[in-house]
């Protein structure tokens, strides 16, 4: 199957209603999307990713009207949570109701949901009579997608069709949020920051596992991992242990002394951890395909998508 990439939401439209996956941009990676209702087309998902069936989808739809027509309920939590930041960088956990495939919750009986804040899947999923079931568009374990280009690279000839949107705005994947006796709990960091949720329903709980069988997969403890072997160490601590010329360096926005600089890339050289987090699987992908052999991530402060991008770093280096 040859793989296309163009603007055209129509093409996009036609491959989605005939069960076919296409690319799709988000602001925070690009997805794998499908019609979310119907189970074959689900399945594709999961083997052109490559992913076990443990791990379930998140449902995309364009409004919160129309979560409404897949889940049983919205807590006043959740509803804050959508009306303040949809579409926006944030999934919830909610009680799916039965029209939602087991196959997309992998048996559970939440399903997670979000409005992504992109103009043309915006537009595509008000077209669609159905909601897309979208993982991140990279094969199972690997890196997050965050342009077009990238999706190409490691999906071409599985996939029909890639929406391109452009680099995503945001660059790490969404947060997801869910509530257990009215209580919020965060289960992945990501692009909508805690302090803006505890902003608006108060305080939260963080449960990040890192189980090799967590409750969300995407937590498992090695994830979006790039092929070379990644390390991180405190920007201090850094210096006089690195003396190969062999090692990339993810760095924020100062260069370590004796690396050469062709073989840095600082994130945000103005410090903004937001500018970082849109370039942190950028920089991961571009040093797994130069020549270095070790990958060396410095440590961000552990404050708004400093935290996320921490994260992420963990698990790539895992
Ligand atoms: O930003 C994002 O969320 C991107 C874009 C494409 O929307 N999507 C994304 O999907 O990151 P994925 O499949 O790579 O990660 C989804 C995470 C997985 O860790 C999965 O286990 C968890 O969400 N998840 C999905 N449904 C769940 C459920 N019903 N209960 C608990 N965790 C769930
Ligand atoms: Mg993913």
């Known amino acids: 199957m040859k793989t296309e990439i163009g603007k055209d939401i129509s093409i996009a439209k036609k491959f989605l209603e005939s069960g076919e996956p296409v690319g799709i941009p988000t602001e925070t990676v690009y997805g794998l999307a499908t019609n979310a209702l119907n189970e074959d087309a689900v399945l ?10 443990f791990d379930p989808l998140i449902v995309h739809v364009f409004s919160i009207a129309e979560i409404e027509k897949y889940v049983e309920a919205i807590p006043a939590k959740a509803k804050l949570l959508f009306e303040k930041f949809s579409p926006g960088p944030v999934t919830v956990l909610l009680k799916k109701k039965k029209l939602i495939p087991d196959l997309v919750t992998s048996g559970l009986d939440s399903v997670a949901i979000r409005i992504p804040n992109h103009p043309l899947t915006l537009e595509l999923l008000k077209q669609l009579d159905f909601p897309l079931a979208a993982p991140s568009a990279n094969p199972f374990g690997y890196i997050s997608p965050t342009t077009a280009q990238h ?11 890639i929406l391109d949107g452009s680099a995503t ?10 509530f257990e006796n009215n209580e919020a709990i965060i289960y992945r960091l990501g692009g909508l920051e805690i302090e803006e949720i505890e902003n608006v329903i108060g ?3 963080v449960e990040l596992t890192e189980s090799s069988n967590p409750k969300t997969p995407g937590m498992l403890k090695s994830h979006y991992a790039p092929s070379k072997n990644l390390k991180i160490r405190e920007f201090e601590n850094s210096k006089m242990e690195m003396q190969t010329s062999k090692i990339g360096v993810i760095g924020f926005d ?3 002394e004796g ?3 062709k073989n840095q890339i600082l994130l945000s050289a103005k410090g ?3 500018e970082a987090a849109k370039n942190l699987f950028a920089a ?6 130069s020549d270095v052999e070790e990958i060396v991530a410095v440590k961000f402060p552990d404050e708004g998508l400093g935290r996320a991008i921490n994260d992420r770093l963990k698990r790539a280096s895992s």
Not at 151 to 159: C, D, H, P, T
Not at 169 to 178: C, F, H, M, N
Not at 284 to 289: A, I, N, W
């Open 284 to 289: 991961m992908r571009s040093l797994d395909e």
């Open 151 to 161: 999706v190409f690279a490691q999906l071409q000839n599985k996939i029909p069709y």
């Open 203 to 205: 305080k939260v709980h």
């Open 44 to 53: 594709k998902i999961f083997s052109v990713k490559n992913r076990p069936h």
């Open 169 to 178: 705005s945001v660059g790490v994947e969404s947060t997801i949020v869910g």
């Open 259 to 261: 690396i050469e600089k």
């Open 254 to 256: 100062k260069y370590i």
């Open 272 to 274: 903004d951890l937001n």
